[in-house]
Structure formats: structure tokens, C-alpha cells
């Protein structure tokens, strides 16, 4: 496919998300988030002076940074408020739409560029995530930071001996960790997998980074994105801003151990269930029932192909076994923990929407090898046919 269809298709899936934006109306519970966002805004142009004001049906408030919110409300209100409700799902679009060239970015990087093509697409036309693009503004910022984060760590890793990058990417990195935190601070547990291979990378396999790393430059770097995104996730969090160095961690605690969030019963398997005691297969049976058939039937086959061509897969892609089994640990890791812990999930997916990206990444190998070897497929199951 020569560079103008592609072009012309990556502006027609731009024009269908734009218009999807348009047309639906709000989700139960972005109301809240407007008016997060603008009490918070106010708060801030009134340098603390303005009254801020909990919401009576939403006690835990104050366990929200509501970064996004304020960031959000500022931009609509550039606006006519008569388009109040468009330019929050354009925006929310904006930042969903990043995450999938993330993954696509992250796909080029550690296979190659016709990998990267078909995950972009995969991820885009995958109704789970789609679904949410324009309408969910807490948990598409939460997989827009999660993929950036792991995007740009790679960059830097692979760049950490260069100075200027490495100061560059390392910015970056706290930018993307503060944006998520500012959104909801459980998402710094949503890259504990990502900053174990990140170590894990450094140290013992050096699978991206081929360089010895410098110790003193990665402490002081690590101290920078510290700052940065610390900085970025109290900013907006007026809760906090009696005191900066304790009440951040007093709030995350609590919100830790806090279960009054979201609906008190939920619905699995066609059975009613307190989701106080979500059943622990809840991720594994939405993540069946919700996915495309062909991402599931993705998976089967390329396990077949692991075993069967394998060197396929080797001569063109370096340390491919291993790069596998990252991606696979991302996806995994999560999964086992929410298994394990037995959280309280409702909603579906949404609060694991950041592995949605993620799992596009298996099937789009095992679309790129039928798609290579589309061919000598045909002529297998002709010569088949012919031989019944």
C-alpha cells in the first residue's frame, strides 16, 4: 500500500472519530467530571481564594487529583458552553487517539514498521477501547500515560548514553507518570510491570538497552521524574495543598482502602454479584465474552505458529522470544494481581482499559505473518482441495 492510501486512511478513521464525538451524547457520570474540573479551575484562577466545594454524592472526592478535569474544563471553556459537551469528547478523543499511535510507535520500535501498521489498526477498530475513546475521560488518559510511559522509557533506554536524549526522554517519562497520577493515582500501579522490566532491562538482560548504564545518571534521573511528576500531580489537587509532603500520601492510603467508588451490585454471566466480593474470574470471562473473535482466534494460532515456524518469526525480528514475553508479562501481571486481590471491579473493562493496546500486539504478529506469507496459504489450500 503506497504512502497516499495510507494517508487517506488514517483521515478517514480520524473524520469517523470525529464524527462518533459529535453525535453521542454524555456517559452517566461525566456531568461529575465537568464539574470537577470547574470548580477546581476556579479554585486555581483564584489563587486558593475561591470556596471549594466537596459534591455531596461523591464522598471521596478528595482521593481525585483531577488533573485532567481541570485541564479538560480550561479547554472548554474557550468555547461557547453550548459546545461544552463536544469539546470534552474531542478532547478525550485527542488523548485516546495518541494512545493508539502509542502502541503503534512501540510496535515499530520493537518489530518493524508493517507490524506497526496492522496493531494501529487492530487497536483502533477494537470496540472495547473505541467505545470508550470520546466518552471516558479518566480511564483513556490512564492507557494514554500507561503506553507513553512504556514508549518512552524504551527511548530512553536506548538512547540513556546520549545526554541531551537522555535528559529529553527522562523528562518525558515524568511528564506522561505525572499526567497519569494527576488523573487518578492508582495508575502508578498500572507500571509496576513496566518499571520491573525497566530494571530488569537495565541490569540483567539488556534486551533495549545495549549500553552499560550509568549509575549516577539514572539516580539523578529517577529523581527528576519523581519531581516532575509529583509536582504535576498535586498541581490541581487542592486537598492537598495545605500541605504537599504529607497529605498526598495520607489521600492515596485512604483511597487505597476505600470501596464506597462505583455501583454496589454488578452484573456477570447474566448473575447479579456484590461488587464488594467481585468474583475473581471477572477479568478473565469479560475479557472472553468482549474481545473480537479474531483477536481470540489471533492468540490460538500464534501459539501454534511458536511451535511450528518459529524461525519465521527469529530471522526477522532480534531477541524475539524474549520481546514476546515482555508484552506478554504487561498483559499478565495485572490480570494475576486483580485475581488474586479479588478487587472490586465493575463497569466491564474500563478500569483495565490500558491492556487493551497491549493485547492488539499478538494478533497483529500473527496478522503480518498470514498477510507474508498470504501466498503459499492460497496455494497449500488449493493443492488441498484438488487433492479430494
Same mark, same amino acid.
Given at each position: 500500500?503506497?504512502?497516499?492510501?495510507?494517508? !487517506?486512511?488514517?483521515? /478517514? *478513521?480520524?473524520?469517523?472519530?470525529?464524527?462518533?464525538?459529535?453525535?453521542?451524547?454524555?456517559?452517566?457520570?461525566?456531568?461529575?467530571?465537568?464539574?470537577?474540573?470547574?470548580?477546581?479551575?476556579?479554585?486555581?484562577?483564584?489563587?486558593?481564594?475561591?470556596?471549594?466545594?466537596?459534591?455531596? +454524592?461523591?464522598?471521596?472526592?478528595?482521593?481525585?487529583?483531577?488533573?485532567?478535569?481541570?485541564?479538560?474544563? %480550561?479547554?472548554?471553556?474557550?468555547?461557547?458552553?453550548?459546545?461544552?459537551?463536544?469539546?470534552?469528547? *474531542?478532547?478525550?478523543? %485527542?488523548?485516546?487517539?495518541?494512545?493508539?499511535?502509542?502502541?503503534?510507535?512501540?510496535?515499530?520500535?520493537? !518489530?518493524?514498521?508493517?507490524?506497526?501498521?496492522?496493531?494501529?489498526?487492530?487497536?483502533?477498530?477494537?470496540?472495547?477501547? !473505541?467505545?470508550?475513546?470520546?466518552?471516558?475521560?479518566?480511564?483513556?488518559?490512564?492507557?494514554?500515560?500507561?503506553?507513553?510511559?512504556?514508549?518512552?522509557?524504551?527511548?530512553?533506554?536506548?538512547?540513556?548514553?546520549?545526554?541531551?536524549?537522555?535528559?529529553?526522554?527522562?523528562? /518525558?517519562?515524568?511528564?506522561?507518570?505525572? %499526567?497519569?497520577?494527576?488523573?487518578?493515582?492508582? @495508575?502508578?500501579?498500572?507500571?509496576?510491570?513496566?518499571?520491573?522490566?525497566?530494571?530488569?532491562?537495565?541490569?540483567?538482560?539488556?534486551?533495549?538497552?545495549?549500553?552499560?548504564?550509568?549509575?549516577?545518571?539514572?539516580?539523578?534521573?529517577?529523581?527528576?521524574?519523581?519531581?516532575?511528576?509529583?509536582?504535576?500531580?498535586?498541581?490541581?489537587?487542592?486537598?492537598?495543598?495545605?500541605?504537599? /509532603?504529607?497529605?498526598? %500520601?495520607?489521600?492515596?492510603?485512604?483511597?487505597?482502602?476505600?470501596?464506597?467508588?462505583?455501583?454496589?451490585?454488578?452484573?456477570?454471566?447474566?448473575?447479579? +454479584?456484590?461488587?464488594?466480593?467481585?468474583?475473581?474470574?471477572?477479568?478473565?470471562?469479560?475479557?472472553?465474552?468482549?474481545?473480537?473473535?479474531?483477536?481470540?482466534?489471533?492468540?490460538?494460532?500464534?501459539?501454534?505458529? !511458536?511451535?511450528?515456524?518459529?524461525?519465521?518469526?527469529?530471522?526477522? @525480528?532480534?531477541?524475539?522470544?524474549?520481546?514476546?514475553?515482555?508484552?506478554?508479562?504487561?498483559?499478565?501481571?495485572? *490480570?494475576?494481581?486483580?485475581?488474586?486481590?479479588?478487587?472490586?471491579?465493575?463497569?466491564?473493562?474500563?478500569?483495565?482499559?490500558?491492556?487493551?493496546?497491549?493485547?492488539?500486539?499478538?494478533?497483529?504478529?500473527?496478522?503480518?505473518?498470514?498477510?507474508?506469507?498470504?501466498?503459499?496459504?492460497?496455494?497449500?489450500?488449493?493443492?488441498?482441495?484438488?487433492?479430494?
Amino acid at each position: 500500500m503506497n504512502k497516499k492510501s495510507e494517508n !487517506f486512511i488514517f483521515f /478517514l *478513521l480520524i473524520f469517523f472519530s470525529i464524527y462518533c464525538s459529535l453525535v453521542m451524547g454524555m456517559a452517566w457520570d461525566e456531568l461529575y467530571h465537568y464539574e470537577l474540573g470547574q470548580n477546581r479551575l476556579k479554585y486555581l484562577f483564584s489563587l486558593g481564594k475561591y470556596e471549594y466545594q466537596n459534591f455531596i +454524592y461523591f464522598a471521596n472526592i478528595s482521593h481525585f487529583p483531577g488533573f485532567y478535569d481541570t485541564i479538560s474544563a %480550561f479547554i472548554s471553556q474557550m468555547l461557547p458552553r453550548k459546545y461544552e459537551v463536544q469539546i470534552h469528547h *474531542l478532547t478525550n478523543l %485527542f488523548f485516546s487517539f495518541a494512545t493508539i499511535i502509542g502502541i503503534s510507535k512501540i510496535s515499530k520500535i520493537i !518489530f518493524n514498521n508493517n507490524v506497526s501498521k496492522i496493531v494501529f489498526l487492530i487497536a483502533f477498530f477494537n470496540p472495547i477501547f !473505541f467505545g470508550h475513546m470520546s466518552i471516558n475521560p479518566v480511564d483513556t488518559i490512564i492507557a494514554f500515560s500507561n503506553i507513553w510511559t512504556t514508549y518512552f522509557i524504551i527511548r530512553y533506554l536506548q538512547t540513556h548514553h546520549l545526554e541531551i536524549k537522555r535528559k529529553y526522554f527522562s523528562t /518525558l517519562i515524568g511528564i506522561v507518570i505525572g %499526567f497519569g497520577l494527576g488523573t487518578r493515582v492508582i @495508575f502508578l500501579a498500572t507500571i509496576i510491570p513496566i518499571c520491573l522490566l525497566f530494571f530488569l532491562d537495565i541490569f540483567l538482560i539488556k534486551i533495549i538497552s545495549k549500553k552499560k548504564i550509568s549509575i549516577s545518571n539514572f539516580f539523578k534521573d529517577s529523581i527528576k521524574i519523581f519531581l516532575i511528576a509529583y509536582i504535576i500531580m498535586v498541581i490541581f489537587w487542592p486537598d492537598v495543598h495545605a500541605n504537599i /509532603l504529607i497529605l498526598p %500520601f495520607k489521600h492515596i492510603i485512604a483511597s487505597l482502602t476505600d470501596v464506597s467508588y462505583g455501583t454496589s451490585w454488578g452484573l456477570l454471566d447474566g448473575e447479579f +454479584y456484590k461488587t464488594i466480593n467481585t468474583p475473581r474470574e471477572y477479568l478473565i470471562k469479560n475479557l472472553f465474552y468482549k474481545l473480537p473473535e479474531f483477536i481470540l482466534f489471533a492468540y490460538i494460532f500464534f501459539i501454534s505458529l !511458536f511451535f511450528y515456524d518459529y524461525k519465521f518469526f527469529e530471522k526477522r @525480528f532480534k531477541s524475539f522470544k524474549a520481546k514476546v514475553l515482555y508484552i506478554l508479562f504487561i498483559i499478565v501481571f495485572p *490480570l494475576i494481581v486483580a485475581f488474586i486481590t479479588s478487587i472490586k471491579l465493575h463497569d466491564g473493562l474500563r478500569y483495565f482499559l490500558f491492556l487493551i493496546p497491549y493485547l492488539s500486539i499478538i494478533p497483529g504478529l500473527t496478522i503480518y505473518y498470514l498477510i507474508y506469507n498470504s501466498k503459499l496459504l492460497i496455494n497449500k489450500i488449493f493443492h488441498l482441495f484438488l487433492s479430494l
